[in-house]
Each structure stands twice: as C-alpha cells, then as structure tokens.
C-alpha cells in the first residue's frame, strides 16, 4: 500500500487536486494543515486566512501572525514597510523614546521646543543645553557668548574681551 504524509509545513491539502499546495505570499502554515485557511500572514503581513498578505504600511508594525491589522507606530515616529516589532518604529528628528516607548516631545541635547511646541530647534547663538528634556537652552555666564548654533556644552562658550574664565567656578 501507499503511506500517508502529512503535508509538509509551509503547505495545505488541496483535496480536489489531492496534492500539497504552498501557502500564499508571506504566509505560513503548520505541517499537516488541511485548508488553505490553515496558512495564516507572516509577521510584519497582514491580510486574511488563506489569501496573500500584503506587508505592513509603513509607520505600522505587526509582532503576531495572523489576519490581525498592523498596529500604528505612536506619534512622532515611523517605520518601514513589513516592520515586525514597536522597536522598528523609530522617534523623528528631535523626538526621544521615553520610558513607555513612545516618542516624546523631549528635546535632545543641543535643541529646544520652539514656541508653537510642535518641533524641537536649535539651541540659539550664546545658547546650550546639555541633555535631553523638555527644558529649554541655557544662556551662556555672564560676559560670555558663542556664535554657534545647537551646542551641548557651556565649554562652546567664550569669554567676552577683557574677562576671563574662573576655573573654579565653572
């Protein structure tokens, strides 16, 4: 007589042609599956049971097979097409990942919110901010000043003529 075989994963029984069928695009099946139906979307894919599945738009991810929908990166973010995880949704210019993992309105080091609070700027000349937080740039001391825009560091200030440093106070 003949042997059974399951079908192999990756595949479904086509009874009518009585043969193993491949999935759909970027679908996938467990072995001995016995329906088209059987092969659910990748991860990263979305579409129905059985029928090919189309790549997550972009600034969308999905971390589970299945017909389920992409999940929307949080605002201030975004991803490639066929992105799988909430970690491929990276922040925009001038938006750090906070502790939920959203981006947040934190301005790096260097910038600062502008007045309408929708993007992060340059920290302006004279001006510096050395971490990232929804702080604003602090001037330069007193009789101090750079020309430079974005700085980190009070070290991008200089002293105006005839002043100097005080090293201990710094």
């Known amino acids: 007589g003949t042997l059974c075989q399951q079908c192999p994963a990756g595949t479904y029984e086509d009874v009518v042609a009585h043969s193993c069928k491949l999935c759909p695009t970027h679908s996938f099946s467990p072995a ?20 090919p599945c189309e790549a997550c738009a972009p600034n969308t991810y999905k971390n589970a097979t299945g017909s389920a929908a ?19 949704c990276a922040c925009d210019t001038d938006y750090v990942k906070i502790g939920d993992g959203s981006c947040g309105r934190d301005c790096v080091a260097g910038r600062q919110m ?16 050395t971490e990232d937080g929804e702080h604003m740039c602090t001037r330069c001391p007193a009789h101090a000043m750079h020309g430079r825009t974005g700085q980190t560091s ?10 100097l440093w005080d090293a201990a106070a710094r």
Do not use: I, M, Q
């Open 32 to 51: 001995g599956s016995a329906a088209a139906t059987a092969c659910t979307c990748n991860v990263g894919h979305t579409g129905p049971d059985g029928a």
């Open 70 to 88: 992409c999940t929307a990166c949080t605002p201030f973010s975004t991803s490639a097409a066929g992105s799988v995880s909430a970690d491929d």
């Open 114 to 129: 502008s007045a309408d609070r929708t993007t992060c700027v340059l920290c302006p000349n004279s001006y510096y901010k």
């Open 154 to 163: 009070v070290d991008a200030c200089y002293c105006e003529r005839g002043h």
